[in-house]
Antibody
């Protein structure tokens, strides 16, 4: 069965960096685009970034553009989110999600919490 | 960017009631709309795609309709396990924007 397992969350000070990972199993990872979606405490869902199956196309929300970098390693079935210059407003649960093929998701991970605070 | 507006933001209904949630797009999106259900403390789950197609395994009391700019999610007979927040999302173009969510509670 499809499994997506996020890791790498934790606490960071404003301006610092964190790297999230999403380990995938149960499907042919290299065939699917993947996304990061976040949810601030008590708030709604916010799309963060997407990467195409072969990593040639990457897109970012305006709120993270220039600070976050999405990447993937198809040999390791893993996607990453490098988060630099973190802000308090980046505090959220970060989910990875498998793209059905046209930018919506049939499977989500359980999420990893990122807390940015001084 | 296309904005997605859901209403109401919350509702309370009795078991067995018919519940309707609305999602409006700021521009036409044909039928490129999905609905997710998010139970407290859990990741979202796909309910409906292409505005009206039920995801495998989703109970038939859930249905979706609409095209263009106006969409609805209907729960025909609310059950206790339907307590959740429901989100619409438009897809097929970047950014794949979510609506603000509708929290459904039991009265």
């Amino acid at each position: 069965q499809v499994q997506l397992v996020e890791s790498g969350g934790g606490m960071a000070q404003p301006g610092r960096s964190l790297r999230l990972s999403c380990a995938a199993s149960g499907f042919t990872f290299r065939n699917y685009g993947m996304h990061w979606v976040r949810q601030a405490p008590g708030k709604g869902l916010e799309w963060v970034a997407l990467i195409s199956s072969d990593a040639t196309n990457k897109y970012y929300a305006d709120s993270v553009k220039g600070r976050f970098t999405i990447s993937r390693d198809n040999s390791e079935n893993t996607m990453y989110l490098q988060m630099n210059s973190l802000k308090v407003d980046d505090t959220a649960v970060y989910y990875c999600a498998k793209d059905v093929g046209d930018y919506h998701y049939d499977f989500w991970g359980q999420g990893t919490l990122v807390t940015v605070s001084s | 960017d296309i904005q997605m507006t859901q209403s109401p933001s919350s509702l309370s209904a009795s078991v067995g009631d018919r519940v309707t949630i609305t999602c409006r797009a700021s521009q036409g999106i044909r039928n490129s709309l999905v609905w997710y259900q998010q139970k407290p403390g859990k990741a979202p789950e796909l309910l409906i795609y292409s505005a009206s197609t039920l995801q495998s395994g989703v109970p038939s009391r859930f249905s979706g309709s609409g095209s263009g700019t106006d969409f609805t999610l209907t729960i025909s007979s609310l059950q206790p396990e339907d307590v959740a927040t429901y989100y619409c999302q438009k897809y097929n173009s970047v950014p794949p924007t979510f609506g603000g969510g509708t929290k459904v509670e039991i009265k």
